[in-house]
């Protein structure tokens, strides 16, 4: 498949999945860019981050017209996440791609752990 069909692809997994569980971005984008289009670790983190917030505003516009959000647990949790965004985007800098790849699995698998039980 050529690169703009498969940038398509990725596009159309990561926005179905974003959608419908409200994760997509780190999830399928990373993996997919690395294995599908043999980007680098950490560059593949890093364009993930600009992938996600088109997707979440789209999707957050969809949810205010069909359901109430909890507005003060967005805002607290916000804030937390861009204190955490903060952090994270320093230490990407700083962790080789194989500590990076080991922590992403482990966070991976955490959540499948979690969403299972």
Same mark, same amino acid.
């Given at each position: 498949?050529?690169?703009?069909?498969?940038?398509? @692809?990725?596009?159309?997994?990561?926005?179905?999945a974003?959608?419908?569980?409200?994760?997509?971005?780190?999830?399928?984008v990373?993996? @997919?860019?690395?294995?599908f289009l043999?980007?680098?670790?950490?560059?593949?983190? @890093?364009?993930?981050?600009?992938?996600i917030?088109?997707?979440?505003?789209?999707?957050?516009?969809?949810?205010?017209?069909?359901?109430?959000?909890?507005?003060?647990?967005?805002?607290?949790?916000?804030?937390?996440?861009?204190?955490?965004?903060?952090?994270?985007?320093?230490?990407?800098?700083?962790?080789?791609?194989?500590?990076?790849?080991?922590?992403?699995?482990?966070?991976?698998?955490?959540?499948?752990?979690?969403?299972i039980?």
């Open positions: 498949m050529e690169k703009k069909g498969k940038l398509t @692809a990725i596009g159309l997994v990561t926005g179905f974003n959608g419908l569980f409200g994760s997509g971005g780190g999830t399928i990373v993996p @997919a860019m690395e294995r043999d980007v680098e670790e950490h560059k593949a983190h @890093a364009t993930a981050i600009s992938i917030l088109p997707l979440s505003l789209l999707s957050l516009l969809i949810y205010c017209w069909k359901t109430d959000i909890a507005w003060q647990i967005a805002l607290w949790a916000s804030a937390g996440g861009i204190v955490g965004g903060l952090v994270g985007a320093r230490l990407l800098s700083k962790i080789s791609g194989i500590w990076l790849h080991r922590i992403f699995g482990l966070f991976m698998i955490a959540a499948a752990v979690r969403m039980l």
